[in-house]
């Protein structure tokens, strides 16, 4: 991720449409969605789950909307509290700059 593209101290912020966090968040969903039929070929059924995981994540902060929709099917599924998608997030991103 950009150094500028920082979380704002309050989570909820980063939810704002001009905020780094969720113009990144929604570029990467963006690129996801142009790909997506491109990688599902590459993507063995045993990570669908993980591979599921990492997209909620990463597109988390896209929208207020897909947010909402993300924390009623986790609530739904799991019925427990929601994990900290900021923590997750940041976990992601981190892998991801280790790996390049």
């Known amino acids: 991720m950009p150094s500028d593209c920082?979380?704002?101290?309050?989570?909820?912020?980063?939810?704002?449409?001009?905020?780094p966090v969720a113009q990144w968040s929604r570029g990467f969903l963006h690129g996801h969605q142009w790909l997506e039929e491109s990688w599902e070929a590459?993507?063995?059924?045993?990570?669908d789950e993980e591979f599921a995981a990492m997209l909620m994540a990463l597109s988390f902060f896209a929208s207020k909307d897909l947010c909402v929709t993300l924390e009623r099917l986790q609530r739904n599924t799991t019925g427990t509290a929601r994990p900290n998608r900021r923590e997750i997030f940041?976990?992601?991103?981190a892998k991801r700059k280790k790996s390049k």
């Open 42 to 47: 590459y993507v063995p059924g045993a990570l």
């Open 6 to 19: 920082q979380f704002r101290r309050q989570t909820v912020a980063n939810l704002e449409d001009d905020v």
């Open 90 to 93: 940041e976990r992601i991103m």
